[in-house]
């Protein structure tokens, strides 16, 4: 009785996060055809022109989603009952947040929201430095929620996708870090004040103010 309401409880998450988090890349998706044809600004590393264009981001999103349908096979594990209940309280702890880490990023930046890479970064031009929403916890939201969904959809689905994905993260280290080069030669003091205030990756305990 127990492993059947598992399994049906199992299911219902699976399939609720996986609709999620289409719509999730739907709204990723359509920011980023919404800058094609933005005016660009300042740009480090590599030209990114080729990035710009209608055919390359239909071929790149088409390339990524057949790679991860083509992994999505399970992983050669057993999980016991209990291990699957600890796997779906982990998971859900871990994919939800990190969906929702990864919408409020997006729709904080708006308009500023572009693509860069682990070669190059450009901004827009007259491009702002975005600094509230959950910029104002970590200066690379919409990464960590990258990691939490990825490391939720290991427990969740124990996929090869999400090993893949996994894999994928210290690529988004390094385009983190050119993202923060362009935005201190963009902004400066400005760039600067804000990394002495908000970390890059984990959210500092506020501490209570002395009145």
């Known amino acids: 009785m127990l492993e059947h309401v ?13 609709v999620l988090t ?13 800058g094609i044809n933005l005016p660009v600004g300042l740009h ?6 080729q990035m710009r264009t209608p055919t390359f981001y239909f071929l790149a999103s088409a390339g990524y989603f057949v790679l ?32 929702v880490l990864v919408l409020w990023g997006r729709q904080t930046l708006a308009q500023h929201y572009n693509v860069s890479s682990s070669m190059g970064v450009q901004l827009f031009a007259g491009h702002r430095l975005v ?18 969904i990825s490391l939720g959809g290991m427990f969740l689905y124990r996929t090869w ?12 280290v390094i ?4 993202e923060e080069a362009a935005l201190a030669l963009a902004f400066g003091a400005q760039w600067a004040d804000y990394c002495r205030r908000v970390p890059a990756w984990w959210p500092r305990p506020r501490r209570s103010q002395s009145r």
């Open 6 to 18: 598992l399994d049906s409880v199992e299911r219902g998450i699976r399939k609720t996060g996986l």
């Open 22 to 34: 289409l719509c999730t890349l739907g709204v990723l998706l359509w920011g980023v055809w919404r």
């Open 44 to 49: 480090t590393g590599r030209e990114l022109k």
């Open 68 to 99: 991860c349908y083509r992994l999505w096979r399970p992983l050669p594990v057993k999980v016991s009952q209990s291990g699957r209940m600890l796997a779906l309280f982990l998971g859900g702890l871990l994919y939800s947040p990190g969906l």
């Open 131 to 148: 600094t509230r929403g959950p910029y104002a916890l970590v200066r690379h939201p919409m990464y960590l929620g990258i990691l939490g």
């Open 161 to 172: 996708t999400f090993v893949f994905l996994l894999l994928n993260f210290p690529a988004m």
């Open 175 to 178: 385009r983190a870090r050119r």
